[in-house]
T-cell receptor, first 112, second 112 residues
Framework: KNQVEQSPQSLIILEGKNCTLQ??????????LRWYKQDTGRGPVSLTI?????NTKSNGRYTATLDADTKQSSLHITASQLSDSASYIC???????????FGRGTSLIVHP | NAGVTQTPKFRVLKTGQSMTLLCAQD?????MYWYRQDPGMGLRLIHY???????AKGEVPDGYNVSRLKKQNFLLGLESAAPSQTSVYFC???????????FGPGTRLTVT
């Protein structure tokens, strides 16, 4: 069964600090991996998308990495801001399928 | 370009009542999805469509029906609402290439 596990479940950091969120997956065959940001009360918004041949992708202060051998991805947030407070969801696409597999998300709270 | 829109934004139903949630997208996407999101559960797929006139069951389809009569619209119906269907419902659409999903703002449904 395809699965996506995210850690930690929740994280609290101070404004200006960096943090890293983890995503481990057992999806086969792998097609792509996406990170979404979901603000409270809103729909998820795509941050990055990586295919098998890509091992890093940046979007401003967000940098995602992918290790297809170990089936792990991380999302690094640099110089956190209050607006980074949100849920971050890892989603893995399967080759030949229209249906991606979602992780349960990491809830990030940034305190001033 | 409005992206993905959902109607209504909020709704309260009594047990046994019926309703239809409307999802519309203006990006000419082939694929459309309905998810529900419950605390601690992440996003779970209810039904999806790979093109006009087609629908398929997802992970949690019981108690829901869908229709895709027009490419831009995807309707989710609850024939006899139950308290277990209290949730936030998200619609998403994607194209046929990297399958990046674009989400609507969500519908918060409470069944009493």
């Amino acid at each position: 069964k395809n699965q996506v596990e995210q850690s930690p479940q929740s994280l609290i950091i101070l404004e200006g600090k960096n943090c890293t969120l983890q995503c481990n997956y057992t999806v086969s065959p792998f097609s792509n991996l996406r990170w979404y940001k979901q603000d409270t009360g809103r729909g998820p918004v795509s941050l990055t998308i990586m295919t098998f041949s890509e091992n890093t992708k940046s979007n401003g202060r967000y940098t995602a990495t992918l290790d297809a051998d170990t089936k792990q991805s991380s999302l690094h947030i640099t110089a956190s801001q209050l607006s980074d407070s949100a849920s971050y969801i890892c989603v893995v696409g399967t080759g030949g399928s229209y249906i991606p597999t979602f992780g349960r998300g990491t809830s990030l709270i940034v305190h001033p | 370009n409005a992206g993905v829109t959902q109607t209504p934004k909020f709704r309260v139903l009594k047990t046994g009542q019926s309703m239809t949630l409307l999802c519309a997208q203006d990006m000419n996407h082939e694929y459309m999805y309905w998810y529900r999101q419950d605390p601690g559960m992440g996003l779970r797929l209810i039904h999806y469509s790979v093109g006009e006139g087609t629908t398929a069951k997802g992970e949690v389809p019981d108690g829901y029906n869908v229709s895709r009569l027009k490419k831009q619209n995807f309707l989710l119906g609850l024939e006899s609402a139950a308290p277990s269907q209290t949730s936030v419902y998200f619609c998403a659409s994607s194209d046929g290439t990297v399958y990046e999903q674009y989400f609507g703002p969500g519908t918060r449904l409470t069944v009493t």
